[in-house]
């Protein structure tokens, strides 16, 4: 399976964006996909999660801003970002067991 993240843009403070992974194959068997991000200068980190199931978890930092979801008959998952501030830029990844490539998402001030 291959992932291919897309959605990434310039987007102004307080704005929405919505990315989208898509998998090569079936998600269906993958438990827990993800998204990470990278900020410049940082490393990577968590920011959110979501089970076969349905269950998510979030990143103190995106609780109440950012949404995760799965189409399974889709393969694909989706990330949801509202109320973007300066700090939510970073290049985006993907993650079901292997690294999808990332998208850049920009906040401008």
């Known amino acids: 399976v291959q992932l291919q993240a897309s959605g990434g843009g310039l987007v102004q403070t307080g704005g929405s964006l919505r990315l989208s992974c898509a998998a090569s194959?079936?998600?269906?068997?993958?438990?827990?996909m993800a998204w990470h991000r990278q900020a410049p200068g940082k490393q990577r980190e968590l920011v959110a999660a979501i089970t076969r199931g349905g269950i998510t978890d979030y990143a103190d930092s995106v609780k109440g801003r950012f949404t995760i979801s799965r189409d399974n008959a889709k393969n694909t998952v989706y990330l949801q970002m509202d109320s973007l501030r300066p700090d939510d830029t970073a290049v985006y990844y993907c993650?079901?067991?292997?690294w999808g490539q990332g998208t850049l998402v920009t906040v401008s001030s």
């Open positions: 993650y079901g067991g292997i």
């Open positions: 194959g079936s998600i269906f068997s993958i438990n827990v």
